[in-house]
């Protein structure tokens, strides 16, 4: 069962970002090692993630979905965890994949303040501004549901708090020191002073920084990869591209989507707050334009060389199935695949789930 508990944490663990631009939603590690409806399991346990990360996945129809986790650090030191559990948490916090806040100190209120400023949702039952959403169990597997009251969520708009780069004065802070490669967490605000979530240190300002968008590739209507457009920066798309920053989509292919799909077919550029794709293929792209999640599609086709604007609700085609447009604005659709579960090696006694009574 060790090994198998094992597997299964390290799964999660590929599921876990604190960069806004790569991240789904946010939520208090601590409440949800506390949601014992969730298994037949009665101490809290860290496992239970997995079952939200799958709730995400199925709710985004997402294979990549990341969870944005923010734990008190006593979570380090709770006896009615086990020392692996313990360990992987402060090794989680090590490497800068969830944040930690000073022990005792309330994690629900950075939550709300880091959906407020990011616009993630919300995954928790003690409610709240929207977007909010319960885990629920059911007869096919947890699912979440939108707390009632809420009014249509509408895509948000970043604070500006997340257009500079912060520095901490701890040296090797995960979330803001100078060895951070990833995309920085938002500060948490003090009447509109940043300061460090994790020291409760002021942070010093460091310079503009290339705010990126959230990006997805999306299969058949699974998100099978999430990836960060940097403003002033490209990514190249292909079957198989060559260069630091790519997305290849040959994995996904059949055997005539390999031969339509160049190996370098578009490149995707963030300048002057607009998307921009510059054909670079064989067999052209398709363009499908909406002014909105429900609006009625446009399509347009794209030869190479070709260079357009894109606007944040339209999505390209490289192939018919493979599409690639901001994670934030995919208009709704069921996806004809499954997304994996980061709970298929889990001991059983932890994927028992009791559905709640209605």
Excluded at 30 to 44: A, H, M, N, T
Excluded at 122 to 145: C, E, F, N, Q, R
Excluded at 209 to 224: N, Q, S
Aim: charged residues 25%; aromatic residues 4%.
């Amino acid at each position: 069962m060790r090994f198998e508990v094992s597997k299964v944490l390290d799964a999660i663990e590929q599921r876990l970002s604190i960069d806004p631009a790569v991240a789904a939603a946010v939520v208090d590690l601590g409440e949800v090692s506390r949601f014992d409806d969730l298994d037949s399991r009665s101490q809290p346990n860290v496992l239970r993630l997995g079952h939200v990360v799958d709730a995400l996945g199925q709710r985004l129809g997402d294979n990549a979905a990341a969870l944005y986790v923010v734990a008190d650090r006593a979570l380090m030191s709770d006896t009615e965890l086990t020392s692996n559990e313990r360990m992987v948490i402060r090794r989680w916090s090590d490497d800068g994949l969830i944040e930690v806040l000073p022990a005792g100190t309330p994690v629900v209120p950075r939550v709300r303040e880091i959906s407020a400023l990011t616009g993630l949702a919300m995954i928790t039952k003690v409610g709240g501004a929207a977007p909010a959403y319960a885990p629920v169990p059911g007869s096919s597997g947890i699912s979440l549901v939108a707390h009632a009251g809420q009014p249509p969520v509408q895509p948000a708009r970043p604070s500006p708090a997340l257009a500079r780069r912060w520095r901490c004065p701890e040296f090797e802070c995960p979330s803001y020191g100078e060895t951070r490669t990833a995309g920085q967490p938002p500060p948490t605000l003090r009447k509109g002073v940043p300061f460090c979530p994790r020291h409760g240190a002021a942070l010093a300002d460091v310079g503009a920084k290339h705010v990126a968008w959230p990006m997805a590739l999306r299969v058949d209507g699974l998100v099978r990869q999430r990836f960060p457009l940097p403003a002033g920066g490209s990514v190249t798309v292909g079957r198989a591209p060559e260069g630091p920053k790519t997305v290849a989509v040959g994995s996904f292919l059949d055997e005539a989507g390999i031969r339509w799909v160049s190996r370098s077919h578009a490149r995707i550029e963030l300048r002057d707050g607009a998307m921009h794709i510059a054909d670079t293929s064989t067999n052209g792209t398709t363009l499908v334009r909406r002014t909105g999640p429900a609006d009625q599609p446009v399509t347009e086709k794209l030869t190479s060389g070709q260079t357009e604007q894109l606007g944040e609700w339209d999505v390209i085609v490289l192939y018919e199935g493979v599409e690639i447009g901001r994670a934030d604005r995919l208009p709704a659709r069921s996806p004809a695949i499954t997304p994996d579960s980061v709970m298929a090696d889990a001991p059983t006694q932890a994927l028992r789930i009791s559905p709640r009574d209605s």
